[in-house]
């Protein structure tokens, strides 16, 4: 079966400071990979995906920054974290062809991160 | 533009009470339509899909409907249990994208 791993599940760190979450999956061949997070009270924001190795597509422009340098491992970085980070980070996989045609997304547990 | 719009933001029941939660969408073409549950503090999981040919699907007390013509889903919770406390969230895939829509979700909450 197929299983999914991000770590740290939580973090506190102080503003400027550089951030790297890391999310693998198991079970399952060249997966599309996302990014979210999530704010206090709020829905999920699509922060990157990925299609295959080196292919990050962004969604919203940020501070934040995404790599795949396997195929089923997934990084998001901050070089210099703002307060504006805090949230909920998830991170997702869905098999080839993507959550919106039919395919199921499956999510990681989530990290909270707190910028302070 | 492909938007998903939950209603209510909040709902607030007793233990054993039904509830319907409510999602509209303007994501064309429909591809499928999604309920996710998110307990606070973890990741959604998956309770129901369905693509344009369904109107229901059921899992457990869980019910969810689907009008395709009037681009609206509902979710039917029976009997419900402090468990079910948590943020349901409708998701809509479709709209010439593989990347599906995100609803802001309803917050529910079972008190005993």
């Known amino acids: 079966s197929q299983t999914i791993h991000q770590w740290p599940a939580t973090l506190v760190q102080p503003v400027g400071s550089p951030l790297s979450l890391e999310c693998t999956v198991e079970g399952t061949s060249n997966p599309n990979l996302y990014w979210y997070r999530q704010a206090a009270g709020r829905g999920l924001q699509l922060l990157f995906y990925s299609v295959g190795i080196g292919q990050i597509s962004s969604e919203v422009p940020q501070n934040l920054s995404a790599s795949r340098p396997q195929d089923r491992q997934f990084i998001l970085s901050s070089k210099k974290l703002l307060l504006s980070d805090s949230g909920f980070y998830l991170c997702a996989w869905s098999v080839q062809g993507g959550g919106g045609s039919g395919n199921t997304i499956y999510f990681g547990e989530g990290s909270w991160l707190t910028v302070v | 533009k492909n938007q998903v719009e939950q209603s209510p933001q909040s709902l607030i029941i007793l233990e054993g009470k039904n509830c319907t939660l409510q999602c509209n969408y303007t994501v064309s073409p429909f591809s499928n339509l999604r309920w996710y549950k998110q307990d606070t503090g973890r990741g959604p999981v998956s309770l129901t899909i369905m693509t344009f040919s369904e109107n229901t699907k059921s899992n457990g007390r869980y019910t969810a409907t689907l009008d395709a013509d009037t681009k609206q889903s509902s979710l039917h919770i029976t009997a419900s249990q402090l468990s079910d406390s948590a943020s349901y969230i409708c998701?809509?895939?479709?709209?010439?994208?593989?990347?599906?829509?995100f609803g802001r979700g309803t917050s529910l909450i079972v008190h005993p």
């Open positions: 998701v809509v895939g479709g709209g010439g994208s593989y990347i599906p829509t």
